[in-house]
């Protein structure tokens, strides 16, 4: 559920009515952000502790508690006295002396050699107006501790100096690279231009307070969500069963694109994958194919009308020198089709096809540079947030699912709730993923899954395997290269069935 703040302090003020205490949620809170931690900063380290008076200081210090016996060297940065926190607070860091180093300058500070983790516990829910000065000085330190040293920034519950009801962010908000969302999402965090202080949202549940008002019409994606949505394999299943993927994509110059539209549909469990290229690329490229792969030489795309395919993904790498065949079968293909890359820019030119196509199954994947072309038509949409955009879009095309790319991808299918996504890193900004993307994509709308849903597990499972790269091999995120994404997606399979955040 995506809450206000309000709504979700009277959730807590009913877990209090009914006997549950702050401190048993704050330690339930605290010990599933110290799993955050685990997951995102699996080598430990220095871990700084921002803390502020109220109790999303204490989160910070139960989470510090819980990860000192991994062997995580723990210091504070403090806003006020001790005396002049919250009590439960207070008690925590009282209980945590001798283990805590209390610092001056976090910035002057000479860590020893390692990763760096802040914890921001500034502020959460009961943040009242624009920080005053002495946060917003820690909040400054926080962020030039981020940028100047590399350290990761984990957020508890909402990034401090970010509006949680409207995400507008005050000068020196904090920057996280992870924001550890207690209990439900608070709405701010969604919205448009708070995506750079929220970073990867990972939502840590409270059993008591899972139940809350709020708007039923969004949700992020987590893997509590997702996971029925991945079939599950029958015993006696074989290759026809998961799946015959079809690939228009690929033309000279754009041979990569195709290759990683492959990769992402074999590595996502397609059953059979069939590239189709023009004659006159197959030299070219069935060489440089996955073994798992198989081309198809065609003298007109349109063959692909004729054979035998659960799903279809059109786009990547493909060029526009045969526009009008890949418009013919965007109308009138009677199959799940995946339109990404060249085929949206054909459609931003030629938005009747959309028209002929309202009820066919079709997951569009723009990133927002296509979007804008495509909404090129709709000029009155100016100035609407990408939700509205993405709601707007499909509101008169029942079978259309769009997917709007981005650091927050949204997603959005005619009466179904509209979709967020919460995983990847900056690491992503580079050639090749949205590629990647269209062929887990067609590997699950091949296995039947709806397009809402096929959407959902393909945004999760490929920012997902991104951050699996960086954690398995110690690697940085500016390393990453769409084929590691390719790599990892079975990582991110598993980690999505036994729940990761
Ligand atoms: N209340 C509960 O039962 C739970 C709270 N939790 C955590 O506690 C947080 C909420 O705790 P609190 O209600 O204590 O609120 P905060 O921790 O957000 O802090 C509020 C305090 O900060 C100060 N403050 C408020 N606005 C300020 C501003 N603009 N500039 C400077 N200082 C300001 C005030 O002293 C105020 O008392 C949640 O976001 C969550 O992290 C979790 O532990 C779960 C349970």
Redesign the pocket.
């Known amino acids: 559920m995506i809450t206000t703040c309000q709504q979700m302090q009277q959730c ?1 003020e009913a877990a209090f009515a009914r006997g549950i205490s ?1 401190a048993e ?2 330690d339930e ?1 605290g010990r599933g952000i110290a799993a955050v931690v685990r997951q995102f900063a699996p080598r430990t380290g220095s871990l700084v502790l921002f803390l ?8 910070a210090l139960v989470a510090a508690r819980e990860l000192l016996t991994d062997g995580w060297k723990v210091h504070a940065r403090l806003c006020c006295e001790p005396a002049a926190m ?1 009590e439960l607070p207070r008690r925590h860091l009282q209980a945590l002396s001798g283990h805590v180093r209390i610092i001056e300058d976090a910035i002057e500070f000479d860590f020893p050699p390692g990763p760096i983790v802040s914890l921001d516990g500034l ?10 000065l002495e ?1 917003e000085l820690l909040a400054r330190e926080m962020n030039a501790l981020r940028s100047l040293r590399h350290a990761v920034t984990i957020a ?3 990034p401090s100096g970010l509006n949680g009801d409207r995400g507008k962010a005050c000068e020196n908000a904090v920057v996280a690279d992870i924001t550890a969302v ?2 439900q999402i608070k709405a701010g965090l969604l919205a448009d231009g708070a995506d750079q202080h929220v970073g990867r949202i990972a939502l840590v549940p ?1 059993r008591e307070l899972s139940s809350v008002q709020g708007d039923a019409q969004a949700a992020v994606l987590t893997p509590r969500l997702l996971r029925s949505w991945l079939p599950r394999r029958a015993n006696d299943m074989h290759k026809g069963d998961a799946g015959r993927v079809g690939i228009l994509a690929g033309s000279p110059g754009f041979l990569g694109a195709a290759e990683l539209c492959c990769r992402g549909a074999i590595r996502a469990g397609a059953g059979l994958v069939t590239l189709i290229v023009r004659e006159e690329v197959y030299p070219l490229i069935a060489a440089r194919l996955p073994a798992e792969v198989m081309v198809q030489p065609v003298k007109d795309y349109r063959e692909a009308l004729d054979m035998d395919f659960d799903a279809l993904a059109i786009g990547p790498g493909l060029g526009f020198a045969h526009e009008p065949q890949i418009l013919e079968i965007l109308s009138r293909l009677d199959l799940p089709v995946i339109v990404d890359a060249d085929a949206l820019t054909m459609i931003s030119r030629h938005p009747e096809v959309m028209n002929e196509a309202a009820k066919l199954p079709r997951l569009m994947t723009p990133h927002p540079g296509e979007m804008a072309r495509l909404l090129r038509h709709y000029p009155s949409w100016n100035g609407m947030s990408r939700r509205l955009l993405v709601e707007s879009y499909i509101s008169r095309s029942p079978g259309l699912t769009l997917l709007l790319k981005g650091t927050r991808t949204v997603i959005g299918t005619h009466r179904e709730t509209t979709l967020f996504n919460s995983t990847g890193h900056p690491g992503m900004a580079s050639g090749g993923m949205g590629d990647v993307l269209t062929g887990v994509c067609a590997a699950f709308a091949a296995q039947h899954v709806p397009l809402h849903q096929t959407a959902g597990l393909g945004a999760w499972l490929c920012g997902r395997a991104a951050e699996r790269h960086l954690t398995l091999y110690h690697s940085a995120a500016e390393s990453l290269g769409a084929s590691d994404v390719t790599a990892h997606l079975g990582h991110a399979l598993q980690d999505l069935k036994e729940g990761a955040f």
Not at 52 to 59: E, F, L, M, Q
């Open positions: 807590e702050a949620l704050m809170a502020g008076k109220g109790n999303n200081a204490g989160d919250k502020l959460g829910i009961g943040a009242q107006g624009p920080m005053k946060l508890m519950d909402i207690v209990a409270l």
